[in-house]
C-alpha cells in the first residue's frame, strides 16, 4: 500500500516499521512533527522530554535493554545533548539506535545554521542523509539495522525541507521486535578508563567497517551514463533538485555520507575526468573526499549558506564549465513589502514587551515566540542566543555592570517551556555569591505550552489542560529553591503589571515575576471582541504600536483623520489595546 | 498532466492542509506527487508558502522560475510575493481577502494594491472573496476549500475524488460545508 507522507511522517514510519519501541523528542522546528506523528503509534512509547538531553537518555537506556529506539531533536538540539553523546558512542550498541537531527539550510526558523553532519562523524556515527520521503523511512529502517549489524549509533540528518515535503511512500509491516534485555557488563556500559581506552580502538574499527560496508551498498547509488565525463557525488534533495536538470552526467548518490567508501571513490577517480560535490551548507562530502586524496570539486561553485534549488545548482555547474547553456531563467522575486511574524491577537506577551518597550530597559531576551520581541515592531530584546541562556547572561552582566558602578536595570525574560529546558540551573546560580549591589528582574513568561514549535505540552500545561500529567508551580519551585521575591501577576491588568515590573527594576535584589495569562492560541481563547469609537478616537496610534494583527488605522465616513480600528474577525478580546489608549475610546462589544 | 502549483499566505490561513488536500487528491488520482510548505519562525502572522508539483515522474518539490502553472493566492499581497515563479499567462486563483502586513499597520509602507490590481494583465486572475463564498456555504472555515474548487477546474482530478480527499480531511461536523465550499468554488464564475 502506498500513501503520501512528509519526511518528518515517513522518519516515524520507519521507526514503526522497524519495530521501534522507545522514543524521545524535545520540539524543534524542522522536526517536531516526528515525535507528533510517533505519539500515534500504539506500540511505541513516545514522549516530549524536558530538553533533548534527557530525550536522548531516555532513548539510550531502551537501547541499553536491547529495544530499537530512537530520538529526535532539531540541529542546535543536539548541542544540548552532546554530553551523553559523545560518551554513549563508545559503547557497543545492543538495541538499534538512531539520532535523528532537523538541519535547516537556510535558517527559515533557526538561530543558527550548523551542519550536524560534523557532529555525527566527530560522534562517529554513521550519517544517513534522506532527500524524500520514501528515503526517509527507508533509511530509517536500514540506519536501525545497521546500528545492531554494527553496534554503532547511527544519524539521520534530514533537512528542513525533506521534513517538510511531501512524497508518496509504500508502506510496510511492523516488524515483530522483541528487547533483547540488558545483560551487565561494565567493560562496555560504564566509561572509565580503561574501558574507555578500548573504545577508541573500538569505535575505529567500527567506523572501518561501515566504510567497508558502504562499498556496495544499496542506499549508495551510482547512475552512469554512456561517454559522461563528469561525475557529480551528491546526497538527500540536492540529488532531486539536480535531476530536474536531466543531464547527459554521471551521478554517485550517497544515501550514507559517513563513512564513505575510500575504495569505491578510488574506482570512480580513475574512470572520471571532472568529480563535483554538490551539497549544502558545509564542504562536508567534499572534504572528506579531499583526505582520502580525491581530487574534486564542490564550494567554490555552489554557496556554502542557504539551500540550493535547481536554479542554483544549474548556476554552479554553468561556472564549472559543465553545462553550456541554462535551462531555467535567472529571476529575482519581486521587491514588496516584508511580512514579519508577529505575536497573535490576544497574545499574553503583548502586554508585557510593551511595558518593557516604554521602559527602555536593556532586556537579555530567549528563546520561544517572545524572540519575535527582537523584530522591527519591538526592538525590545537586545541580546539572544540559544535556550536557557538568559538567565547566566543576566547574572554575568549585572555582576560587571554594578562592578564599573552602572547602576541601570536589566531585566531577562524567558518562557516556561525554555525555564524547564535548561533555564533551571541558571536560576540555581542566582543563589551564589548574592551582593548588595545587584540588580536583576526575571520576568517568566509562563503560557503553559511549548507554543512556538505548535504548542507541545510542558510541565507547567497541567495548569490549563487537566488531561497533562505534569503541573510543576513555578512559584512553589523557586521559592523552595530559596528565591523568595517571586510575584504572580496578570498581565491583561496592564497598569498594575507596569508597576509591578517598573518597581522590580527600581530595587536591588533578585525580582522574579511569573506572568499568569496562558497561551491564546493554544487555549483557543475567544473573548468578545473590543471595538473602537472614532468619535472618541484621538488618532495617536498608541493602539497601533501595540502591533496586534486586527488593529489599524482606517478611514470612517463623514471623518477626516484617520482613526483606529479592530477587525471583530480576528479580535479575541484580551483588553490591553483598551487600557493603553489614553482616551478610553477602545470598548468592549458586549 | 503536469502541473505545478504555487501556495502563499499568512500563517494561521491553513496552507499546510490545503497542500495536503491537493497532494492526496492528485496521488488518489494516478499521478506521482511531491510538495513542499514552508513556515517560517512562528506560528501565526508571518508569510508562509507551499507548492505541489503534479505530473508523470516529479524529481524535486520545488518549482523552478517561470515554472509555476497555477498560483493560489490565500491572499493578495503573499500571491503577488511569488510571482516571478509563474509563467507568463499562467493561473492565479486570488483571495481578494487582504491581511495587512506590520509595516503597513504601522503606516511605515504601503499596501501594494496597484501592483497586485496589474496582475490581470499578464496572468489569467481569477478574483474570489474566498472568505464570503466560505460564509454563504456555512463557515468562514472554509476559505481554502473554495480555492481548492476553483483549483478543480482547472486540473483533471474527478470530482469523486476531491470530494473524498475533503471527508478525509475535514472535522466530521464540517465535512456538509466544506463539500458545499468546494462546490461553490468549482462553479465559481
Known amino acids: ?590 | 498532466m503536469n502541473k505545478n502549483i504555487m501556495l502563499a499566505g499568512v500563517g494561521g490561513q491553513g496552507l499546510v492542509l490545503a497542500t495536503k488536500i491537493i497532494s492526496e487528491a492528485a496521488f488518489r488520482a494516478g499521478f506521482d506527487v511531491k510538495t513542499n510548505d514552508v513556515i517560517g519562525l512562528s506560528q501565526r502572522g508571518g508569510r508562509v508558502w507551499g507548492s505541489v508539483r503534479i505530473g508523470e515522474k516529479i524529481y524535486s518539490p520545488n518549482i523552478p522560475p517561470k515554472e509555476g502553472d497555477i498560483l493560489i493566492g490565500l491572499e493578495p499581497l503573499e500571491a503577488y510575493r511569488w510571482i516571478h515563479l509563474m509563467k507568463d499567462g499562467g493561473h492565479i486563483i486570488l483571495n481578494t481577502r487582504e491581511v495587512y502586513p506590520t509595516p503597513v499597520l504601522l503606516e511605515q509602507e504601503e499596501y501594494p494594491y496597484e501592483e497586485i490590481e496589474r496582475l490581470k494583465d499578464r496572468y489569467n486572475l481569477v478574483e474570489v472573496d474566498a472568505v464570503e463564498e466560505a460564509r454563504k456555504a456555512g463557515n468562514i472555515k472554509a476559505a481554502n476549500t473554495v480555492l481548492i474548487g476553483m483549483l478543480a477546474k482547472l486540473l483533471t482530478i474527478p470530482n469523486n475524488i476531491w470530494e473524498e480527499i475533503i471527508r478525509e480531511n475535514v472535522p466530521a461536523k464540517a465535512i456538509d460545508v466544506n463539500v458545499e465550499a468546494f462546490y461553490r468554488g468549482y462553479n465559481f464564475a
Not at chain 1, 534530514?158 to 551487565?184: Q, W, Y
Not at chain 1, 522574579?512 to 492560541?521: D, G, H, K, N
Not at chain 1, 486586527?550 to 490591553?576: F, N, Q
Request: charged share 25%.
Open chain 1, 1 to 590: 500500500m502506498k500513501t503520501v507522507l512528509t519526511g518528518n511522517q515517513a522518519i516515524a514510519r520507519g521507526f514503526y516499521e522497524a519495530g521501534g519501541l522507545i522514543a524521545a523528542s524535545y520540539p524543534g522546528s524542522p522536526t517536531v512533527e516526528i515525535m507528533e506523528t510517533l505519539k500515534g503509534y500504539d506500540e511505541i512509547y513516545a514522549e516530549f522530554s524536558p530538553n533533548e538531553k534527557v530525550a536522548l537518555e531516555v532513548a539510550i537506556g531502551g537501547s541499553l535493554y536491547g529495544a530499537r529506539a530512537m530520538v529526535s531533536m532539531k540541529h542546535v538540539g543536539v548541542n544540548i545533548a552532546m554530553d551523553p553523546l559523545m560518551t554513549f558512542t563508545q559503547s557497543p550498541i545492543n538495541g538499534g539506535f538512531v539520532l535523528v537531527t532537523g538541519d535547516d539550510p537556510g535558517m527559515s526558523s533557526s538561530q543558527n545554521e550548523q551542519d550536524n553532519r560534523v557532529i555525527g562523524r566527530f560522534a562517529n556515527m554513521g550519517i544517513f542523509y534522506p532527500g524524500s520521503s520514501q528515503e526517509a523511512k527507508e533509511f530509517m529502517k536500514i540506519a536501525l539495522e545497521l546500528s545492531e549489524r554494527f553496534k554503532t549509533p547511527m544519524m539521520v540528518d534530514i533537512t528542513s525541507r525533506v521534513c517538510h515535503s511531501r512524497g508518496i511512500v509504500e508502506l510496510g509491516n511492523r516488524a515483530d521486535m522483541k528487547p533483547k534485555g540488558f545483560t551487565r557488563d561494565q567493560e562496555k556500559y560504564t566509561m572509565l578508563p580503561p574501558h574507555t581506552t578500548k573504545a577508541q580502538y573500538f569505535m575505529k574499527e567500527r567506523i572501518e567497517a561501515l566504510e567497508e560496508y558502504a562499498y556496495d551498498a544499496s542506499f549508495n547509488i551510482l547512475e552512469e551514463v554512456e561517454g559522461a565525463n563528469t561525475l557529480i557525488v551528491t546526497s538527500g534533495l540536492m540529488y532531486y533538485n539536480l535531476k530536474e536538470l536531466n543531464l547527459p552526467i554521471s551521478i554517485y548518490k550517497l544515501g550514507m555520507v559517513y563513512p564513505i567508501s575510500t575504495k569505491r571513490m578510488k574506482e570512480l577517480r580513475e574512470k572520471y575526468e571532472n568529480i563535483i560535490v554538490i551539497e549544502e551548507m558545509m564542504p562536508f562530502i567534499e572534504s572528506e573526499l579531499k583526505l582520502k586524496g580525491i581530487d574534486c570539486k564542490g564550494k567554490e561553485y555552489f554557496s556554502f549558506t542557504g539551500e540550493l534549488f535547481t536554479e542554483d545548482i544549474q548556476e554552479g555547474l554553468y561556472k564549472a564549465g559543465i553545462i553550456k547553456e541554462r535551462k531555467y531563467a535567472d529571476i529575482k522575486p519581486v521587491n514588496t513589502v516584508n511580512r514579519p511574524p508577529m505575536f497573535c491577537a490576544g497574545c499574553p506577551h503583548r502586554p508585557v514587551f510593551d511595558i518593557l518597550k516604554k521602559l527602555n530597559v536593556t532586556v537579555i531576551g530567549d528563546i520561544g515566540c517572545y524572540s519575535m520581541s527582537v523584530l522591527p515592531a519591538w526592538k525590545t530584546s537586545h541580546v539572544m542566543y540559544s535556550m536557557g541562556a538568559t538567565v547566566g547572561i543576566t547574572k554575568g552582566m549585572n555582576k560587571a555592570m554594578r562592578r564599573n558602578g552602572d547602576k541601570k536595570p536589566i531585566v531577562s525574560v524567558i518562557g516556561d517551556g525554555t525555564f524547564f529546558h535548561s533555564g533551571l540551573p541558571g536560576f540555581i546560580d542566582l543563589l551564589h555569591q548574592v551582593e548588595e549591589e545587584d540588580n536583576m528582574t526575571f520576568i517568566i513568561l509562563n503560557n503553559s505550552t511549548t507554543a512556538m514549535t505548535g504548542g507541545q505540552h510542558n510541565a507547567s500545561s497541567g495548569r490549563y489542560n487537566h488531561k497533562d500529567d505534569m503541573h510543576v508551580n513555578i512559584k512553589t519551585l523557586l521559592n523552595a529553591m530559596g528565591i523568595e521575591n517571586v510575584k504572580e501577576v496578570d498581565q491583561f491588568e496592564y497598569k498594575m503589571t507596569r508597576d509591578i515590573i517598573r518597581q522590580a527594576t527600581r530595587e536591588k535584589g533578585i525580582s522574579v515575576i511569573i506572568t499568569a495569562r496562558p497561551c491564546a492560541l493554544k487555549y483557543k481563547i475567544k473573548e468578545p471582541h473590543y471595538y473602537v469609537d472614532p468619535e472618541v478616537c484621538i488618532g495617536c496610534r498608541t493602539c497601533v504600536k501595540i502591533n496586534c494583527p486586527p488593529i489599524r488605522m482606517k478611514k470612517y465616513e463623514g471623518i477626516d483623520e484617520l482613526k483606529s480600528s479592530i477587525d471583530p474577525d480576528a479580535c479575541v478580546g484580551c483588553s490591553v489595546c483598551s487600557q493603553v489608549c489614553p482616551v478610553g475610546a477602545i470598548k468592549r462589544s458586549q
